[in-house]
């Protein structure tokens, strides 16, 4: 009994993780409307006079996330409740005001006259490329922990 229950448990997780495979990536596309509000007025406040050629939602098992690419290249990411999480700008350098504070004075003392290309902000880490190509990684505390 006991094997058939752990048999059915490993068929069960291989299940969900087929569903969750098949589930990536299956972005469908949706009206800058339809982003949450906090996206839309991100997007209104730093980026009004970039078109949105492409926004897109993500759903999975547990999340849901949405996309964002703009004509200038800019690609935005945003979670469920349309907080930001990475913005890669392609042509361009991310606006400092999305840029923590923190981080700003970091690179104003370290690495003047570097760009911010790229920001990826999680739960627990905010990694930075530069313009230089240099990667920076910080901390929720937004110290320096990595350079690559």
């Known amino acids: 009994m006991k094997r058939m229950i752990r048999v059915l448990m490993i068929v069960i997780c291989c299940m969900m993780s087929c569903n969750m495979a098949a589930n990536a990536g299956n972005g469908k596309p949706i009206s800058v409307n339809a982003l949450p509000a906090k996206a839309q007025t991100l997007l209104n406040n730093h980026f009004n006079g970039q078109k949105v050629m ?38 361009g350098i991310v606006p400092d005001q999305l840029i923590p504070q923190a981080i700003n004075n970091y690179l104003k003392e370290n690495y003047e006259g570097q760009s911010v290309r790229k920001i990826e902000i999680n739960r627990k880490e905010y990694e930075v490329e530069l313009t230089n190509g240099l990667d920076l990684t910080f901390n929720k505390h937004f110290q320096l922990i990595d350079i690559e």
């Open 54 to 91: 492409l926004a897109t939602i993500e759903s999975g098992v547990v999340s849901r996330s949405y996309d964002v690419v703009l004509k200038n290249g800019t690609k935005l990411e945003f979670d469920k409740r349309g907080n930001l999480t990475e913005i890669d700008c392609k042509q």
